[in-house]
């Protein structure tokens, strides 16, 4: 139960819910009892009737009718009680099923892009739904169960002895054997059932790569191969669950056997102590009504265990990631204005997962307002770069500062707010065009949306489907061309109005005529802002203020277009070779 014990906050915050739901379920069992004890007292008023001839039958049938209305009152308010206590119990665990999903979501958002990288998407998405449904199980049937269970027995047990101490200890005399065969099994369903959510997590990933990479899969002809993985892969899925299924069918037949020996206790030793005249065969009635309710509250033992230890293992997938501490944190929040003045200090940085450098002793000072662009072959570190700048990781040495101040000391809200981000593969979301544009300002008018729009010089294009603004997106804007994406993300950087535009190379998959529209468009929004700008063309670069050529992580030329046109470098020679191109 150590894992468990991560839901502690979450018990204490529904406290009263639940101490409300102990309080109706022992009510609810209280009032169960009465039914087989006055179905004792019914058949010792007909036994005595029968061996007496001091009782009339107008005396038994008063006696028999009293009885039959206390055991109806009895059993209503025994189903009421228990409608109430399942709907306490179980509405309270749906409530910490919200609060524990939504801990693991904000949690996910906390991390950074590095513990993405280490960890599959599929994987993400089982521990936040299948793992957290398993606790929810925990938290609602098996609580339930367990205080139905225990309050059930406590109060059963009690009578028994009250009114036959000798009778109801060879009635429960089985119950140690049923504990250690519990315990036996438990350990066996909580290896088991670890087992069984990590290959289903396994599945849950290979489903969503698939489907994410169906064109791929197509376009390969890889249908089979993909359909034998999967057969593998459920195969062994399947044969785990069975193992755990295998344990976990001990449970009820093990129940059922021992019940049914407990009444054969009581109606061997019942009827010798009625034979003996020691106790009313009303009372061996009454208990053998007592062991078959105890039944399937103590069937509801092996159940709940398995659940236990089945919430047991998700939960400790989920802490594993409720741990993993971010590797960005944010050291202040007070209110920060960010003006747009960045300067490298000798920064280099190295990916820890592939242990690849890619910066070195970068240094560069932009002043607020300046463009600059960044060119370089593929993996010379331009969208590292900008990714420091945005302080998706941190620097691995030197000094990044912002407006004079460390990167690491500034608000990471503010920082962030103030950036537009245009990543090198646009990402949009399953919503409107108009919604994918607004993510970048939320409240922002239909005229700002097609101002932005306009100057991505994407309006046109918008205007032409059937739903204009308000064509809803396939996943991942699948139902969009490559550089309409582009242009989208351009229009929802826009429309944010930040005070730092970082553009990666977003232009890649538009044709230069567009290109030349959206540049003329971004050098009248952009004067006022710090823009930085990757590309691989050089006519991205001509009116910029500062072009810095990266190779393999680090500055090889800096300075204007005219700088590096008069010196016989890497910049010249990449102008002259586009240039050629461009009249060819």
């Known amino acids: 139960m150590h894992e468990l014990r991560h839901l502690t906050s979450y018990f204490l915050k529904y406290k009263f819910r639940l101490l409300l739901g102990i309080g109706i379920t022992i009510i609810a069992r209280i009032f169960s009892i009465i039914v087989p004890k006055f179905i004792g007292n019914s058949v010792d008023i007909v036994a005595q009737y029968l061996t007496t001839e001091n009782i009339t039958i107008e005396t038994v049938k008063i006696g028999l009718l009293t009885n039959v209305g206390i055991i109806l009152g009895a059993a209503l308010m025994t189903a009421f009680f228990t409608f109430l206590m399942r709907q306490t119990f179980i509405v309270v665990s749906r409530f910490i099923e919200f ?263 970068i240094n560069l000072s932009v002043h607020c307002g300046e463009t600059v662009v960044i060119l370089g072959k593929t993996g010379s570190g331009k969208s590292t770069l900008l990714d420091l700048i945005g302080r998706l990781y941190d620097v691995s040495s030197g000094t990044l500062l912002v407006d004079a101040v460390g990167i690491k000391s500034i608000n990471l809200k503010a920082l962030r707010a103030a950036i537009g981000y245009v990543p090198q593969d646009a990402f949009l979301f399953s919503e409107s065009i108009k919604d994918n544009i607004k993510f970048g300002k939320a409240n922002a008018t239909d005229e700002e949306v097609f101002y932005a729009a306009k100057n991505a010089v994407i309006h046109e294009n918008i205007s032409q489907f059937k739903n204009g603004y308000d064509t809803v997106l396939g996943e991942r804007g699948i139902t969009l061309s490559g550089g309409q994406k582009q242009r989208i993300s351009i229009a929802r950087a826009i429309i944010k109005d930040p005070a730092i535009l970082l553009l990666d190379d977003c232009l890649s998959a538009v044709d230069t005529e567009t290109e030349e529209k959206i540049m003329t468009h971004l050098k009248q929004i952009s004067k006022n802002k710090t823009t930085f700008i990757t590309s691989h063309r050089v006519s991205v670069a001509k009116n910029a203020d500062k072009i810095i050529v990266l190779e393999a992580g680090k500055i090889i030329e800096q300075g204007t277009h005219e700088d590096l046109i008069s010196s016989n470098g890497f910049y010249k020679g990449l102008y002259i070779k586009q240039l050629n191109e461009k009249e060819s």
């Open 99 to 361: 609060d524990l999903k939504n801990e693991v979501f904000r949690h996910y958002e906390k991390l950074s892009l590095n513990f993405y990288k280490k960890n599959r998407t599929g994987d993400l998405m089982s521990r936040i739904s299948e793992d957290v449904s398993k606790v929810r199980m925990y938290i609602g049937p098996a609580i339930m169960y367990s205080v139905n269970t225990a309050t059930l027995f406590i109060l059963v047990v009690s009578h028994m002895v009250s009114v036959a101490p000798k009778l109801t200890l060879y009635t429960i005399a089985p119950l140690p054997i049923l504990s250690i065969a519990i315990y036996k099994l438990s350990v066996a369903i909580h290896t088991r059932s670890t087992i069984v959510q990590q290959f289903l997590a396994k599945l849950t990933v290979f489903t969503q790569e698939s489907f994410s990479g169906i064109a791929v899969i197509k376009a390969y002809s890889l249908e089979q191969k993909m359909q034998n993985d999967f057969a593998t892969l459920s195969n062994t899925s399947k044969e785990k669950n069975i193992n755990l299924v295998k344990v976990q069918a001990l449970f009820f037949p093990l129940m059922v056997l021992l019940i049914g020996f407990s009444n054969i206790l009581v109606v061997y030793i019942g009827g010798q102590q009625f034979i003996k005249g020691e106790i009313p065969v009303g009372v061996v009635v009454e208990f053998i009504i007592f062991v078959n309710m105890l039944t399937w509250p103590v069937a509801t033992v092996g159940w709940v265990t398995s659940i236990v230890q089945q919430a047991e293992a998700s939960q400790a997938r989920i802490n594993e990631f409720l741990k993993s501490v971010p590797e960005i944190s944010n050291p202040d929040t007070t209110p920060t204005i960010i003006q747009g003045d960045i300067e490298f200090k000798n920064v280099s940085f190295t990916y820890d997962d592939t242990n690849i450098t890619a910066l070195h002793q």
